[in-house]
């Protein structure tokens, strides 16, 4: 693709939608070309963005920011290239498959088109799974992982933009694994904990401020949706992983605590060079140098994911600490990511 | 009346009915005869308390409290003395003639009878104002702050709890406008915080954690419920007073910090003076001594509300700071408190 | 012992001491005999309780509280029975011993005398680490659990009070390694996560709100001191489990998140009742039913400890999420527990 | 001045020195001249800027920044031309006579240069008030508020950048000032609520996360040293208006809640006019519209200071909202405002 492209985001009340919003209008090459704000006709929008994102106001032309009522001739007349799709996977799994069919590419933010496996999509209940549409264009969907999947995303025409969760966790493993290392028959564990904008905008009785704050909790254990990512992206079977997480007393941020046993002895430095190999090309992520772990605050409002670790002193225990922005490398931030690998730019184009 | 009575509560989902329970189930006098817990039938309310109020829970047969669907037979039947209502005010002007009728003693947790003039009551918009069941009911209705109306509290068939921060500012000034010091040429200023457990329990985009947290707004200003209760307490007329409410990023609490000008110089000395003489019987207010003022901290969970104050070296501008927890001394705890004193028995019993 | 005893804190300006010293005041047994609290001669101590701690201000007497400087002489002519240590370990170290040859019971809150094995106190570093004397008191030092040693902690001259975390994580896994049902070369993950208040009193870069807040940091993985506590009282080596704590933006609460692997195939009722059985005299434990998992909000500002568990599908693999309150059944209360059971009271008198 | 400048801070280590970096390495005009980073020699500071200020790490060479110790030749061996003082206010009153006689132009962030009458300095307690070097360079000092003296800044030598509550209030009240709608005899009212790290750094029992969270606290009532500012800018004498502070549970953001009352009745259109024109030209003031009030969370991470307001249906009685970052409008980023001003470069450059 050239310099620029045209953009469109459906779904923009959410908080990751906010933030997609936020990079693309700050993108530098799309300057002269803004994003398309689309809203679903029927869901009574606010025509202005401002009224619904009083945070993303300025004092430059934002107030002019308008939310335009959904239509396929809209974005064919606007000459849309990529279409970011930030709405309920139910919704995701009727609207990309048309777009494609529009010659749109299209960057998914929900979990619509993430796992190639029937039993691990099972937990969606997708009312279409099977059907020969869904299974063709699963078929097309690459895993938006820059750092997994970096060459087929350039190409890809459907990016399944990764679960903020799963992208801590696979993050922080995907190295140990790939290199072997790690000894599956004592299994791993991934304690996770997530700010309260992962739980959504909707008011709820999790969301209310007297149930989140001062408190922890954990939930959907042995049941979390992202469990199937990370089995297909680590390569797992589910009795080598359990992945709990938490609800913490905090805006945004995740922080997963991740614990293996490797089959032999190594030193801190190999652990160390294998991080520092295996992200030598990935800019979004930070390595923590020895002694010094990320925390949330240091990961939150950026686009990285960052990654430390301690070792035993017996060489075979290992804890990794990741962490990042679940609105961000949990979501907008990776969206724009692969957004810039399908149009040939840098990785982190916008985003350091 | 004697050593003990029966109470009820009407409605114990909220906040406030909560912390009632907790206060009624740990009383001195009621430990023979515990309060029988009332839900309206048609709220579809969870039999058991302790499935609604997990922090309710102990090891000694809290498992066993239950919710009864409510009904005026049941009340007879029980032989209840003193009804709570902790309903909304529309209910509450529905039940509480009903409640009297009966010969139950009322102590309403809401606004539907603290005020006495029309122009005040006009904010709640209750359908039924000025008919002359209101209009009977409403003349009995006392006023329920012990400070200012113990002795007509003692003998009051209704007592209307009064509000959250109507409590907190009454008490900040009363003391110094019964004395006849205050300019009111000049203006009084009430700018009042509180957490969030004051907005209820219903989950709705202001109570969502990610607008609380680490957040701060003015609301109601100029338009707030509680203006009427100063207005009437505090013999002020709307011009003389601008009171405005904050949402305060904490679970609960309020802090009012409220400015007046003295007609005439006074001391430091004369000034605490008056504090302690208008409070000497006054046991769950506590008076802050010179230097020190209070903070949230100090009085949340607690059944006080504390009072401290600067003057400046003008000798004629004071700064009162006053505090309690708004579900105690500004509700559940208040009620208690009057509930002790339509008994006969002290003040603070079960509550300091 | 009597109705009643005579006790004394030495430490009263740290959390742990100010929420012994609320609860010791608020003791049935020690209506008439109030605590005598006690402060280092050379500490330059305040000499009003309340002035160090407002929070304990209350409008009946807690004025008049007073912190007297420690002797020996005073403690003799006080007739104190029991003293509670609320001091740093290396005061411990040197209280203790003179405490028990002057015949006082000893509940010790701090690390100094919790540890038998010399390998695991080493963390410590205790000048006289192995020197005849603090040999003996070690000899004679009970760990205050009651949960696991009421029958020693009843005649015992010195208790030493558990740390809050292993408090969490002990109670958590007890029933099931003393059931032998856990398959030990798999390994346990504990992850903790303990509010702010754990890091103590003391104005530091870590316990800086702009540090804690908005945040979540791993710290002393693999390191951390009260390891020697889950081997000792779990009957582990250290290769068999891993504890990582972390630093929630809450002021208090602890939540530890337990992982094992069973031997064999258990049912969830078969654990439950492991569970049941095992607490059946416990009056300070509460068990979630099936379904519910324990949060801090429950646990905090009480004297309990909140244990619940999910089994995986595979019977195998279970995830026990386990509260309580630092400060209370983490410190002050366990402590005031401890008391109870060296006095021949009831275990949770004064607690629940 | 030029396309670029040299710059230099000195003083990295605190909150607003670090916001201070971050602007300057992110700002367009100095993208190929880096600012220097000065610590004072004898502080013994770090020597990387990354290990003092994690939050500033990226992976595009911020691990290379370091800082170097402070000396004049330094300064002018790299060609500085403005100096930022981000240190305490008696060091500044030492460095930035000096700088001035080697010609480098000073932008302070202390209090050292902002008040012209002894009076209001005596807060200070400058150890040098009255020397003729201090009133020489006090002669020469601007007060750094662009929206009310644009004109003076341009050209200055030295710059005083205003206090974070004081530009909270001065921009909410001075155009009604300005145009004399305000009765002073009815004195204003200015109730204004800071995060924590408005008091600094350095750890210390207010700044201990147990005392700030969940709590509010008000301080410095009739004494705080940003009065002074309030006074000379808005043309006041002390007994014309009260200023509390507040220490909200949040990490940054100042609301200031203003309350005055006018000579005679205005429109709300006529107050909205008034406010438009006075910052029609001022790109960092967001005018809040009709209905709507400023939020803390709007204004965090911003450069802008936000106001709104609500008149009173006697159209006298006005309460103005005002919102700012106090690390950004309230210091570095007016800071970063004046070195556009001083530098003939677009006010906003850099912030919006």
Redesign the interface.
């Known amino acids: 693709m050239g310099d620029s492209v045209q953009t469109a985001i459906l779904g923009v009340s959410g908080?990751a939608g906010m933030e997609l919003v936020r990079l693309l209008l700050q993108h530098p090459r799309l300057k002269d070309r803004p994003p398309v704000f689309l809203g679903r006709a029927e869901a009574g929008h606010d025509a202005s963005l401002i009224a619904l994102h009083?945070?993303l106001?300025?004092?430059?032309g934002s107030a002019g920011l308008k939310i335009e009522p959904f239509s396929w001739d809209l974005l064919k007349a606007r000459g849309v290239d990529v279409l970011f799709l930030a709405i309920p996977h139910e919704q995701s799994r009727e609207f990309a498959p048309i777009a494609l069919k529009h010659g749109i590419r299209v960057i998914d933010l929900s979990g619509a088109w993430r796992l190639t496996k029937a039993a691990n999509r099972a937990v969606y209940k997708f009312h279409d799974d099977g059907a020969p549409v869904a299974v063709e264009v699963q078929a097309k969907a690459v895993y938006g992982s820059a750092e997994l999947h970096r060459d087929e995303i350039r190409t890809a025409e459907l990016v399944a933009n990764p679960g903020c969760y799963a992208t801590s966790i696979i993050l922080a493993l995907k190295p140990l694994l790939a290199a072997g290392w790690v000894d599956l028959?004592?299994?791993i564990?991934s304690?996770a904990?997530s700010g309260?904008?992962g739980a959504g905008?909707a008011?709820?009785?999790k969301?209310?401020?007297?149930?989140?704050?001062?408190?922890?909790?954990?939930?959907g254990?042995?049941a979390h949706r992202h469990t199937g990512e990370l089995l297909e992206q680590l390569g797992l079977d589910r009795?080598q992983i359990?992945f709990?997480p938490?609800l913490?007393?905090?805006?945004r941020?995740i922080?997963a605590?991740s614990?293996v046993?490797f089959k032999k002895k190594h030193s801190a430095d190999e652990v160390a060079s294998l991080y520092r190999d295996f992200y030598a090309d990935s800019?979004?992520v930070?390595l923590f140098a020895r002694g010094h772990?990320p925390?949330?605050?240091?990961s939150?409002?950026?686009n990285?994911c960052d990654i430390g670790f301690?070792l035993?002193?017996?060489g075979r225990?290992c804890?990794i600490?990741s962490c990042l922005d679940n609105l961000l490398k949990g979501a907008a931030g990776q969206a724009v990511e692969n957004m810039n690998l399908m149009c040939g730019w840098g990785e982190?184009e916008g985003l350091?």
Do not use: C, W
């Open positions: 908080y009083p945070h106001m300025d004092n430059n028959d004592r299994g564990v304690d904990k309260v904008s905008k008011p709820t009785p969301t209310h401020y007297m149930y989140a704050a001062d408190n922890l909790s954990a939930y254990v042995f009795s359990i709990t938490h913490l007393p905090i805006p941020g922080l605590t614990y046993t800019p979004l930070r772990l925390q949330i605050q240091y939150v409002r950026t990285y301690e035993d002193s017996d225990r804890v600490v982190a350091a």
